[in-house]
């Protein structure tokens, strides 16, 4: 099976060469001529755990090929997926003129049947309007169909969810498309992967309620916390207590600093949106927004009770990125929460083990560091944002030793508070 890719961000790339890894034929395409580049020499261009030896090893098996050459990618292969970004506009809703931009050259070439599928993240109904753009485009010169086939791979494990799904969605018309896909996703089936087959709406649907209900978990468990907080309860012990509850499940309670990433924050505000135009007020959706928000403020004003007035104070910052293994910026807490507190007066300084590149086209006045002992020294208070593996394992003696004061303010309940208080920490975490 022949097929082109639209679009080598991490959706594209990640199902690009994991598909060339089943079998396919792959050529990636890209309008961005250096991210091309890169891919070429076997490169990556962002961090995603085992993605590049993937991208080395099928380039060098030839199933896996890169271009900027939209036509060829588009003549040479049968199946087009478009995995193009859908930024949110302004109000909230998704800005789909690069789907749009791209579908209507992807139709200009099309001189053959061929499949359109949609992975990226769009409106319900947009399948059917992409299906109207492309009808104008071809105006009958060849035949055509339109798949939904969302994605719901986690940034910094999306090849492991890629080959273990929990299922597979594909919105689809008709059986000749329905049969193309199962052909692309066999290898899964034959692990009995569920793969749930329906309408290109409901395929559509089924992606931004996955989100929003996880979303909606995890401000959930953040509101619970705080509430554990004025009431002296521990929220590690309510989440598992809930959790063993086979109809809530234990995934997604983790309290923290509210989530961030590319996904969540995105498609709820456009879940909102979508409702809005319905005239069906999105309620839950909205308060888990409102909730995540708030969430962020909190933490400041959780840094401020432990350290008091922070004008003048350093504050050291362990983890940038909005989650551990990337170095994905996108809507992160690290970043209300530093500007928060510069804006409070704070002096920062940051650690991060593959963020900080990134980090700088973000921020001012960071002080970057080579590791968590460097921003431990000198700093009032260290605060614990993103969960990486290297901060589970600090010694902690050594940091105490290095902080002006032993103030360490741990947004992902990392550590033990008791260990922490009976160390001479002053501690605090999350709901505890
Ligand atoms: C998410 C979905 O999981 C994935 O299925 C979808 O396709 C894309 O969006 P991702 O954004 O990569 O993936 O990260 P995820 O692991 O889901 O975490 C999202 C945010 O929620 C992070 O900021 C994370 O720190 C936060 N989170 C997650 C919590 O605060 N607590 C939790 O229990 C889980």
Known sequence: MKICMIGSGYVGLVTGACLAEFGMEIICVDSDKAKIATLEKGESPFYEPGLEDLIEKNMKDGGLSFSTDTKKGVRASTVIFIAVGTPANSDGSPDLSHVEAVVREVASYMNEYKII??????????????????????????????????????????????????????GAENEKAIEAMKEIYNALYLIETPIVITTIETAEMIKYASNAFLATKVSFINEIANLCELVGADVHDVARGMGLDGRIGRKFLHPGPGFGGSCFPKDTKALVHI??????????????????????????????????????????????????????????????????????????????????????????????????????????????????????????????????????????????????????????????
């Open 117 to 170: 599928v949609l992975k990226s993240t769009v409106p319900v109904g947009t399948g059917k309007w992409i299906k109207g753009v492309i009808e104008e485009e071809v105006k009958g010169a060849c035949t055509f169909d339109l798949v939904s086939n969302p994605e719901f791979l986690r940034e910094g494990a999306a090849v492991e969810d890629f080959f273990r799904p929990d299922r597979v969605v594909i």
């Open 275 to 432: 409702g809005r135009e319905h005239n069906c007020e999105m309620e839950i959706v909205q308060s888990t927004i409102r909730v995540n928000e708030r969430q962020r403020e909190r933490m400041i004003e959780k840094i401020e009770q432990m350290v008091g007035d922070v004008r003048g104070k350093t504050i050291g910052i362990l983890g940038l990125a909005f989650k551990p293994n990337t170095d994905d910026m996108r809507e992160a807490s690290s970043i209300p929460i530093i500007q928060g507190l510069q804006a409070k007066g704070a002096r920062i300084k940051a650690y991060d083990p593959e963020a900080m590149e990134a980090a700088k086209k973000v921020f001012k006045d960071v002080v970057y560091c080579k590791g968590p002992y460097e921003v431990a020294e000198g700093s009032h208070a260290l605060v614990l944002v993103t969960e990486w593996n290297q901060f589970r394992l600090l010694n902690l003696e050594r940091i105490k030793g290095l902080l002006l004061e032993p103030v360490f303010v741990d947004l992902r309940n990392v550590y033990e508070p008791l260990h922490m208080r009976e160390m001479g920490f002053r501690y605090c975490g999350v709901g505890r």
